[in-house]
């Protein structure tokens, strides 16, 4: 810890999280038009749907209640009478995508997102698979996956979820400290999560994540430790441990809820996951990526090992798809050569796929240079190597070498060749390696803070 404490100092500053590139705040302003949109998306369409398929991100963002922590785009209810014109709206857009795909659909991946999926009853939930099939064909290798907040999971849920194909889930836990929860506004007992646990288990889900934060108000070491025995203690399949991404001069008042005295900083938060890290490893977890472990049983360790780990908007996935389609409001889709996000407000969204468009707000379409280095930051981020000659010139190299020169001498990377390898070490920096390659964010300065802290 001692040792690492000056690199954190020297390192932690704010980056992306690198879902895509280039990433949202440097997508140009003019956006996509929509026929360009289209048009990427038929291309991408023709080159992947017979061999690997599609995937199919569906944003699901009713909660009940409001988590403080949260900066997801997501809408809060106590009533459940949204639910059908909001399922009945999402698979009009899927059938405006279909119109304009020249075959059926292949799907390899589903992923209901949120807010909380399971605010929507099993009968939507079924209502909603089903409409989405019922103009498409599964891929053999089909998956089906779904977030959960445990306090919100019944058993029916899960089951029904489980018939329509769904062998994943996970489940929001953050922390299980009651003072960390009452903070956040995510009161759930050890005993709630483990109930829903276990009902996916016997049930047959073969890949169960939980999802953890570190950085949250009012952690210390020992409610970390305990939180990290209490994950463990259900064996999970995954376990996503994230920073918690403080930023609210973009949510504003939802993040909140708390001082920001209150926070762990820096060398105290990185120490948080460091513990937690070596919990895991002790457990029988390995890192995969950045923010993510898994047992060497999961998929995930499996597409690491077979170098077929893929990272998108959804964050690291066990197989990638060229096209992924974003359905609902605020959705993202990724057509490899262009990215579209749909419109946030959600009755903006449910007037234009009334009117028969894609609900398109913004969006993004990549020049030759964003494709070849938003391959060397998917290398990094999935593989913790690239080939820097692969699309770059002598100049673009010698400048990224320069700009990892500091990275190089603290002994995060090293050089094998053309070939950048992440060390051990270097890990945990791997955001700010990133950078690095990030031209367009080199070119393009932000004059006010637009991303969280990388530590």
């Not at 003019?30 to 199919?56: H, P, Q, Y």
Request: proline fraction near 4%.
């Amino acid at each position: 810890m001692l040792l690492l404490s000056p690199l954190i100092q020297k390192y932690n500053i704010p980056g992306p999280r690198y879902t895509s590139y280039p990433t949202v705040p440097f997508w140009d302003q003019t956006g996509i038009e929509s026929a360009d949109w289209e048009s990427c998306v038929i291309r991408a369409f023709k080159e992947s749907n017979a061999l690997e398929g599609i995937s199919l991100y569906i944003h699901l963002p009713y909660c009940e209640s409001l988590c403080t922590f949260c900066a997801c785009h997501k809408r809060i209810s106590k009533t459940h009478d949204v639910e059908d014109p909001y399922i009945a709206t999402v698979l009009k857009e899927w059938d405006l995508y279909c119109e304009r795909l020249p075959e059926k659909p292949r799907i390899r991946e589903i992923h209901l997102g949120g807010g909380t999926p399971t605010f929507f009853s099993s009968e939507n939930l079924r209502k909603l698979i089903d409409g989405i099939l019922a103009k498409s064909e599964k891929m053999a290798d089909f998956s089906l996956s779904f977030e959960a907040h445990p306090n919100h999971t019944s058993e029916e849920q899960i089951r029904t979820l489980y018939e329509l194909g769904a062998r994943r889930n996970s489940f929001g836990i953050q922390d299980y400290d009651p003072v960390v929860q009452k903070a956040i506004n995510r009161v759930q007992s050890f005993e709630q999560v483990a109930n829903v646990h276990n009902i996916s288990r016997q049930m047959g889900y073969t890949s169960i994540s939980h999802d953890l934060i570190f950085g949250l108000p009012f952690q210390t070491a020992d409610s970390i430790r305990k939180t990290i025995e209490n994950t463990v203690a259900l064996h999970p399949d995954r376990i996503a441990y994230y920073s918690y991404a403080h930023v609210p001069w973009v949510k504003g008042v939802m993040q909140r809820g708390f001082n920001e005295q209150d926070l762990p900083r820096d060398i105290e938060k990185r120490y948080f996951y460091e513990l937690g890290k070596d919990l895991l490893f002790k457990n029988g977890y390995v890192e995969i990526g950045m923010d993510h472990f898994a047992l060497p049983t999961d998929s995930l360790y499996q597409a690491l090992e077979n170098k077929t780990l893929h990272r998108n908007f959804m964050g690291y996935t066990a197989g990638k798809t060229q096209l992924m389609i974003g359905l609902g409001m605020s959705s993202i889709s990724d057509a490899w050569y262009a990215f579209a996000q749909n419109e946030k407000n959600l009755k903006a969204y449910q007037q234009r796929v009334e009117r028969g468009e894609l609900p398109i707000m913004r969006g993004h379409l990549l020049t030759a240079e964003d494709l070849t280095i938003r391959q060397h930051i998917l290398n990094l981020m999935c593989r913790l190597e690239t080939d820097m000659a692969q699309g770059l010139d002598a100049a673009t190299q010698s400048a990224i070498r320069e700009r990892l020169t500091e990275m190089e001498k603290d002994g995060l990377l090293c050089y094998q060749g053309s070939q950048l390898k992440v060390t051990e070490k270097g890990r945990m920096f791997l955001r700010n390696i990133c950078m690095a390659f990030d031209l367009r964010l080199i070119r393009n300065t932000p004059a006010t803070r637009i991303f969280s802290m990388t530590i």
